[in-house]
């Protein structure tokens, strides 16, 4: 995955986004991916504070195992 990263308004909790493109598969792969991304966001203590996120979803966020989805996640997120 990749992420774009933006300050996000004082005093607001963090935003983000996840895209999917068209050639990732069907709707409902799509969608599958963009909820277990948003899963494993909601799952990091402490959330990054000040930033806006955008993920850019790869075709394995739809059938890696969760728990290697969440670790890529913060590792990720670590980065910034």
């Known amino acids: 995955m990749s992420v774009l990263a933006a300050p996000s308004p004082p005093g607001e909790r963090p935003r983000l986004a996840v895209v999917t493109p068209k050639g990732f598969g069907d709707a409902v792969d799509r969608n599958r ?36 989805l969440c670790e890529d996640l913060r590792a990720t997120l670590g980065r910034l």
Do not use: C, H, N, V
């Not at 991916?33 to 930033?51: M, Q, T, V, Y």
């Open 33 to 68: 991916a963009r909820r277990r991304l948003r899963a494993a966001f909601a799952g990091i203590e402490p959330p990054p504070k000040g930033l806006d996120l955008i993920l850019t979803a790869r075709s394995s966020a739809r059938t890696i195992e969760f728990k290697l």
